[in-house]
């Protein structure tokens, strides 16, 4: 083992438990992406370009975003209901 793959795979790791240990689902998301990208710079140096791009294009990007768009739309509906019902009698 090369001392960059030793590398990579701390960062994996440190990325790996900065998900687990957040909290807020946007930091969650946002964390989960360069948990993404922390992998995908793992399997390049393992000699795995292919499974590397297709990492960066999953984890690194459409999750992430598929994430932050439900949270938005979860938080608009919510400002939603909560403005319908103030005027509520």
Not at 35 to 64: E, K
Request: hydrophobic share 60%; charged share 15%.
């Amino acid at each position: 083992m090369t001392a960059l793959q030793a590398v990579c795979l701390i960062a994996v790791a440190v990325a790996g438990t900065a998900v687990v240990l957040t909290r807020d689902p946007l930091r969650q998301a946002v964390s989960s992406a360069v948990l993404g990208v922390a992998l995908a710079v793992l399997f390049f140096a393992f000699g795995a370009p292919d499974v590397a791009l297709s990492q960066i294009v999953v984890a690194g990007v459409a999750v992430p975003v598929m994430v932050l768009l439900t949270l938005a739309k979860i938080r608009t509906d919510e400002r939603a209901e909560d403005g319908s019902s103030e005027g509520d009698p």
